[in-house]
T-cell receptor, first 115, second 119 residues
Framework: AQKITQTQPGMFVQEKEAVTLDCTYDTSDPSYGLFWYKQPSSGEMIFLIYQGSYDQQNATEGRYSLNFQKARKSANLVISASQLGDSAMYFCAMTSSGSARQLTFGSGTQLTVLP | GAVVSQHPSWVICKSGTSVKIECRSLDFQATTMFWYRQFPKQSLMLMATSNEGSKATYEQGVEKDKFLINHASLTLSTLTVTSAHPEDSSFYIC???????????????FGSGTRLTVV
């Protein structure tokens, strides 16, 4: 069974500062994928970044980067130069080892960017 | 590309009635669709996985007879909440698995969600 843990229910960051959202995972599958999604109050799920278990380098997408530490089973999201529009719920997710490859989500972190 | 259109965005229904939620893949063929349920300020909980042309696979604790899922074509999956009750009020969101150009992995695209309120 897979498990995703996000230990920060809420985070605050000052505008233009960087923030790290924590995510740890547990799986016995040697091949897996890790995702981060942003969910604003409207409810839509916005894909941010992906890291494959065999990827040698940490993923980056614009202001988003993923600090992937495989031995520690952590996949923290780093948002640089926070903007007011970054205020939202953030979910870490992992693909399953089953044939359907469904996503398993963490409990989420509510990020608030302060002006 | 890879857009999933979900309707309705919100619905209010009376207790005891049924509500159908549709998810259509607009520019790709969705062989697999996932249905999630989300309570306020909580995570997405997988309800069921549907594959085109076959019966859906439900997660433990999800009532099959209450949450009917149909995936009759490669572009349409529906979730029907039968005999809805106030405790069924929630945010329902669908997601389709999408092959990525690299071929190494799948991406996931989500519908915009349906906010169901049962009164």
């Amino acid at each position: 069974a897979q498990k995703i843990t996000q230990t920060q229910p809420g985070m605050f960051v000052q505008e233009k500062e960087a923030v790290t959202l924590d995510c740890t995972y547990d799986t016995s599958d040697p091949s897996y994928g890790l995702f981060w999604y942003k969910q604003p109050s409207s409810g839509e799920m916005i894909f941010l970044i992906y890291q494959g278990s065999y990827d040698q380098q940490n993923a980056t997408e614009g202001r988003y980067s993923l600090n992937f530490q495989k031995a520690r089973k952590s996949a923290n999201l780093v948002i640089s130069a926070s903007q007011l529009g970054d205020s939202a719920m953030y979910f870490c997710a992992m693909t399953s080892s089953g044939s359907a490859r469904q996503l398993t989500f963490g409990s989420g972190t509510q990020l608030t960017v302060l002006p | 590309g890879a857009v999933v259109s979900q309707h309705p965005s919100w619905v209010i229904c009376k207790s005891g009635t049924s509500v159908k939620i549709e998810c259509r893949s607009l520019d790709f063929q969705a062989t697999t669709m996932f249905w999630y349920r989300q309570f306020p300020k909580q995570s997405l909980m997988l309800m069921a996985t549907s594959n085109e042309g076959s019966k859906a696979t439900y997660e433990q604790g999800v009532e099959k007879d209450k949450f009917l899922i149909n995936h009759a074509s490669l572009t349409l999956s529906t979730l029907t909440v039968t005999s809805a009750h106030p405790e069924d009020s929630s945010f329902y969101i669908c997601s389709a698995r999408v092959p990525q150009p690299s071929g190494r992995r799948y991406g996931y695209t989500f519908g915009s969600g349906t906010r169901l309120t049962v009164v």
